[in-house]
C-alpha cells in the first residue's frame, strides 16, 4: 500500500475489510444506543420529577454536571475498577454522560409550558396525570428530543474511546491506525464511520424533533 494515496489506501483498506468495519460498525452503535436509551428511561422521569419539585432541580442537574466534568478516560477506569473490561463498563460512562442534556432539557422543556393551558386544564377537570401526559409531555417533547440527540453525538465519541477498555467498537480500527506505520488511512477507515453514524443520527433525531414539535 506504500505506493498508494491516501484515498486508494483508504479504499484498499475497506475492500480488504470490509466486514470487520462493519461489525465494528454496529457494536459501536448498540454500545451508544443502549447508554442513551437507558439514560433516556432514568433522565426524563427524574427531569419531569424536578421541573415539579424545583429545589431539587439545582442539586440534580448540579449532581450531574460533575460527573460531566470528569474526563471521560478516568470515568472509564473508575467503573472498570468495578465492572471490569468490556461493554458493561462503556454502556455505564455513555449512561452517566448522558443524563445531564436528557434531564436538562427534559426539565427546560417541562417549565416552558404556558401555565395558562395547565389551568385550563385543571379548569377542564383533569388530573395531574392526565395533565402530564396530555399536556406537559407532549408540548415539551421536542426540546427532550433535543437533549436526546445531544446525548447520543456525546455517546458516540465516548464509545470511540471504549476501546482502551476492551469493548470494541470503531476506536479499535483508529487505535490500530495510531500504532501502525503510516496509519493515516486506517486512522480515515475508523474516524469517518464514526462522523458518519454521528450526523446520521443526529440528522435522524432533528427530524423527529420537528415533527413532535407543536409549534412547527
Not at 450531574?64 to 458493561?88: D, E, F, W
Not at 456525546?154 to 483508529?174: E, P, R
Amino acid at each position: 500500500m506504500a505506493h498508494m494515496n491516501l484515498w486508494e489506501q483508504l479504499i484498499y483498506y475497506y475492500a480488504h475489510n470490509g466486514s470487520y468495519v462493519l461489525a465494528q460498525f454496529n457494536r459501536h452503535f448498540l454500545i451508544s444506543v443502549y447508554g442513551v436509551l437507558i439514560a433516556a428511561i432514568v433522565g426524563i422521569p427524574i427531569g419531569i420529577y424536578i421541573a415539579h419539585h424545583s429545589k431539587l432541580s439545582g442539586v440534580v442537574i448540579g449532581i450531574a454536571n460533575v460527573i460531566q466534568t470528569i474526563p471521560s478516560l478516568a470515568m472509564l477506569s473508575i467503573i472498570m475498577i468495578g465492572l471490569g473490561l468490556g461493554v458493561n463498563t462503556v454502556i455505564v460512562t455513555v449512561f452517566l454522560y448522558s443524563l445531564l442534556p436528557i434531564i436538562k432539557n427534559t426539565d427546560t422543556g417541562m417549565r416552558n409550558v404556558d401555565p395558562s393551558l395547565l389551568d385550563a386544564g385543571t379548569g377542564m377537570g383533569m388530573t395531574k396525570t392526565q395533565l402530564l401526559r396530555l399536556v406537559e409531555i407532549p408540548l415539551s417533547l421536542s426540546v427532550i428530543m433535543a437533549g436526546l440527540r445531544n446525548a447520543v453525538v456525546l455517546a458516540i465519541g465516548i464509545t470511540a474511546i471504549g476501546t482502551f477498555v476492551g469493548a470494541g467498537g470503531l476506536g479499535d480500527i483508529i487505535i490500530r491506525g495510531t500504532n501502525a506505520t503510516n496509519g493515516s488511512a486506517i486512522i480515515l477507515a475508523g474516524a469517518l464511520p464514526t462522523a458518519l453514524m454521528a450526523i446520521i443520527l443526529d440528522a435522524v433525531l432533528g427530524w423527529v424533533e420537528k415533527k413532535v414539535d407543536p409549534t412547527a
